[in-house]
């Protein structure tokens, strides 16, 4: 894990903690440097400490763990002693008392609200010095220095939206719902910085190896996702969801709400794998564009009192181009093997009436929705239905012939299906839908799902 990511969120709200600047006076800037010796040499030994008792916590089965082994660990990779360790360790034994402000209904003044609740390890009661373990804060702390923005482990937060509707924790279902989110705009911002700083060659080293890594994790956030929002639109889901809003007091989240909140999510989703996919594009190509200012002036100066080889120079000339290059063009009879034979140049369509029609037939997607809408709307009381399970119930064939376009037209236009009071929401997955027509042919796709939203 890696504390420093973890201490760089925190660090200057402790620095603003600590400070004794007064409200209405002149404040001088603030330092760019931390008080210390600026080796990292004592942090290191604490987070290595904290990490060491998080290891032989399971063997010590809860108990004090015996501090002889990491002592001496330390004495060979750092060359401390036993006092510079038991330093380390009375400071974060040690509790420390932090400050923060209560907000009232009726405004200021606030409250202040302390807690020393701030110890990571604890000692026995009669103070030996050789062992010791982790209290409740510092397994929080250790909690929190492992989530990390990698997106790999994103699927199992989206995972707990699930978790949140089968245990009817409806409101928690928004807050978990904006932590996703945030990480699909950390990613995404992710992967912008690093299209503006390609010098990080470790990084793209990192997305090029794990591509299919990544790309599977944004596909298995999608699914969560959508599961979350099948599972929602269930009828037995809403029937407890409005058993649980009747029951809450104050301002209680709709079902509309989720709905739009878990939409929301999909999008994004999606538009983060299609920007993934430009990333991995730019990875492949080799050749990336710098995005940025190229300071062609310190080039000129290196090249002025650096002179590039004979051979360098001519790549350069021949690369500005063309020099004394003849430009062949192709003859539009060394095309005439690739034309078209089979078509007369004189094709006359004769126009026929059929008089005693005396109307035309209605149009397919009537037809459709004549033999299907009844059938449709029944299925999606039930909960949503996926344009796979459309095509496994067979609404993809009409009058004996493939009806794919009227059934995919339903789907970008639930409008069609003209259900009074009540709405047709459709999302998607990337690259999900893989369904068989009736007359053999496979289709491959992103996956579409309808579903009531209220």
Same mark, same amino acid.
């Given at each position: 894990?890696?504390?420093?990511?973890?201490?760089?969120?925190?660090?200057?709200?402790?620095?603003?903690?600590?400070?004794?600047?007064?409200?209405?006076?002149?404040?001088?800037?603030?330092?760019?440097?931390?008080?210390?010796?600026?080796?990292?040499?004592?942090?290191?030994?604490?987070?290595?400490?904290?990490?060491?008792?998080?290891?032989?916590?399971? %063997?010590?089965?809860?108990?004090?763990?015996?501090? *002889?082994?990491?002592?001496?660990? #330390?004495? /060979?990779?750092?060359?401390?002693?036993?006092?510079?360790?038991?330093?380390?360790?009375?400071?974060?034994?040690?509790?420390?008392?932090?400050?923060?402000?209560?907000?009232?209904?009726?405004?200021?003044?606030?409250?202040?609200?302390?807690?020393?609740?701030?110890?990571?390890?604890?000692?026995?009661?009669?103070?030996?010095?050789?062992?010791?373990?982790?209290?409740?804060?510092?397994?929080?702390?250790?909690?929190?220095?492992?989530?990390?923005?990698?997106?790999?482990?994103? /699927?199992?937060?989206?995972? /707990?939206?699930?978790?949140?509707?089968?245990?009817?924790?409806?409101?928690?279902?928004?807050?978990?719902?904006?932590?996703?989110?945030?990480?699909?705009?950390?990613?995404?911002?992710?992967?912008?910085?690093?299209?503006?700083?390609?010098?990080?060659?470790?990084?793209? %080293?990192?997305?090029?190896?794990?591509?299919? $890594?990544?790309? %599977?994790?944004?596909?298995?956030?999608?699914?969560?996702?959508?599961?979350?929002?099948?599972?929602?639109?269930?009828? $037995?889901?809403?029937?407890?969801?409005?058993?649980?809003?009747?029951?809450?007091?104050?301002?209680?989240?709709?079902?509309?709400?989720?709905?739009?909140?878990?939409?929301?999510?999909?999008?994004?989703?999606?538009?983060?794998?299609?920007?993934?996919?430009?990333?991995?594009?730019?990875?492949?190509?080799?050749?990336?564009?710098?995005?940025?200012?190229?300071?062609?002036?310190?080039?000129?100066?290196?090249?002025?009192?650096? #002179?590039?080889?004979?051979?360098?120079?001519?790549?350069?000339?021949?690369?500005?181009?063309?020099?004394?290059?003849?430009?062949?063009?192709?003859?539009?009879?060394?095309?005439?093997?690739?034309?078209?034979?089979?078509?007369?140049?004189?094709?006359?369509?004769?126009?026929?009436? $059929?008089?005693?029609?005396?109307?035309?037939?209605?149009?397919?997607?009537?037809?459709?929705?004549?033999?299907?809408?009844?059938?449709?709307?029944?299925?999606?009381?039930? *909960?949503?239905?996926?344009?796979?399970?459309?095509?496994?119930?067979?609404?993809?064939?009409?009058?004996?012939?493939?009806?794919?376009?009227?059934?995919?037209?339903?789907?970008?236009?639930?409008?069609?299906?003209?259900?009074?009071?009540?709405?047709?929401?459709?999302?998607?997955?990337?690259?999900?839908?893989?369904?068989?027509?009736?007359?053999?042919?496979?289709?491959? *796709?992103?996956?579409?799902? #309808?579903?009531?939203?209220?």
């Amino acid at each position: 894990m890696d504390w420093t990511d973890y201490l760089s969120t925190v660090v200057r709200l402790v620095d603003l903690h600590d400070s004794g600047h007064k409200p209405g006076t002149a404040s001088p800037p603030p330092s760019e440097d931390r008080p210390g010796l600026g080796t990292g040499l004592w942090l290191d030994i604490a987070v290595k400490l904290i990490e060491y008792l998080h290891e032989h916590d399971i %063997e010590a089965n809860e108990g004090w763990i015996y501090l *002889g082994e990491f002592i001496e660990e #330390m004495g /060979k990779h750092h060359g401390v002693s036993e006092d510079d360790v038991q330093y380390v360790v009375s400071y974060l034994a040690t509790p420390s008392r932090i400050c923060s402000v209560v907000e009232k209904d009726d405004g200021p003044p606030h409250a202040i609200k302390t807690t020393k609740e701030t110890a990571l390890v604890e000692r026995p009661l009669h103070q030996v010095a050789d062992r010791c373990r982790l209290t409740q804060i510092g397994r929080q702390a250790l909690q929190m220095a492992k989530m990390t923005s990698n997106w790999l482990y994103a /699927k199992h937060d989206a995972q /707990k939206l699930c978790t949140a509707i089968l245990t009817e924790d409806f409101g928690v279902i928004i807050t978990q719902a904006a932590a996703i989110a945030q990480a699909v705009r950390s990613f995404s911002h992710e992967i912008t910085r690093l299209l503006e700083r390609p010098g990080e060659q470790e990084v793209w %080293e990192t997305y090029t190896k794990r591509a299919n $890594d990544y790309i %599977e994790a944004i596909s298995d956030v999608g699914d969560a996702v959508i599961g979350a929002s099948d599972l929602f639109a269930t009828k $037995d889901v809403r029937v407890r969801f409005e058993a649980w809003q009747s029951a809450q007091q104050g301002d209680v989240i709709s079902a509309e709400l989720i709905n739009e909140t878990l939409l929301e999510i999909m999008q994004s989703v999606t538009k983060l794998r299609r920007k993934f996919a430009d990333l991995i594009t730019e990875l492949a190509s080799q050749k990336r564009t710098i995005i940025g200012n190229i300071r062609f002036d310190k080039a000129a100066l290196w090249a002025a009192f650096n #002179m590039p080889s004979h051979d360098q120079i001519q790549l350069c000339l021949t690369a500005l181009g063309p020099w004394e290059v003849e430009a062949f063009f192709p003859s539009p009879l060394d095309l005439y093997g690739a034309m078209r034979a089979d078509i007369e140049e004189d094709h006359t369509n004769i126009l026929q009436f $059929d008089e005693e029609s005396e109307q035309e037939l209605p149009a397919a997607i009537h037809r459709f929705l004549t033999q299907y809408k009844q059938e449709i709307l029944d299925t999606l009381q039930e *909960g949503s239905v996926s344009l796979s399970a459309a095509i496994a119930k067979g609404w993809v064939s009409l009058d004996g012939a493939i009806a794919l376009t009227e059934l995919v037209g339903v789907y970008a236009a639930p409008d069609w299906m003209g259900v009074e009071g009540q709405q047709i929401g459709i999302a998607f997955s990337p690259g999900v839908l893989n369904a068989t027509l009736p007359d053999g042919a496979h289709l491959r *796709g992103d996956e579409l799902m #309808m579903f009531l939203t209220n």
